[in-house]
């Protein structure tokens, strides 16, 4: 079963890219510099930013639902990302070397089942979790910090 990866748009994070720590802190956003590779995912790009790049950390509304599984929670963006990055049947980068949760919902934004996995294993089982009719798209969380890595779409 086909699948894409697509990293979040650029274009909503606009208002913040440039601002002061000050001006960032006021929106409860964090400027930070990234010290180590990996250690800080751009959820735009899907990759790790560089060491000495300037990423933001904030609250993001990952899962905009009515539903009991309406989620937010921390994410880092790479504050020079310019587009969002798009994977077809294959995993990014960011998805390497770290166990990553998958969440598997309806199209009522009902949470319908759950995985994890690592690296290799982790296209397969995406695959197979489509071949489920009643799965419309997976939220893919880093497992072992909880955030939200990207979605992940049929084709």
């Known amino acids: 079963m086909s699948f894409t990866i697509a990293g979040l748009d650029p274009e909503q994070f606009q208002p913040l890219v440039g601002l002061s720590e000050e001006a960032l802190a006021a929106r409860g956003v964090v400027a930070k510099v990234a010290d180590a590779k990996p250690g800080f995912p751009c959820r735009i790009s899907l990759e790790d930013a560089e060491p000495g790049e300037r990423i933001l950390l904030f609250n993001y509304e990952s899962h905009k ?91």
């Open 65 to 155: 639902t009515i539903s009991p599984f309406r989620s937010s929670y921390a994410i880092y963006i790479r504050e020079n990302a310019a587009s969002a990055a798009r994977y077809e049947n294959e995993l990014p980068p960011v998805f390497e070397n770290r166990p990553i949760a998958l969440r598997i919902f309806d199209k009522d934004a009902m949470l319908i089942g759950a995985d994890m996995g690592l690296n290799g294993e982790l296209k397969s089982k995406i695959m197979k979790i489509f071949e489920d009719p009643a799965a419309s798209y997976i939220h893919a969380h880093n497992a072992m910090h909880g955030c939200f890595a990207a979605e992940v779409r049929r084709v």
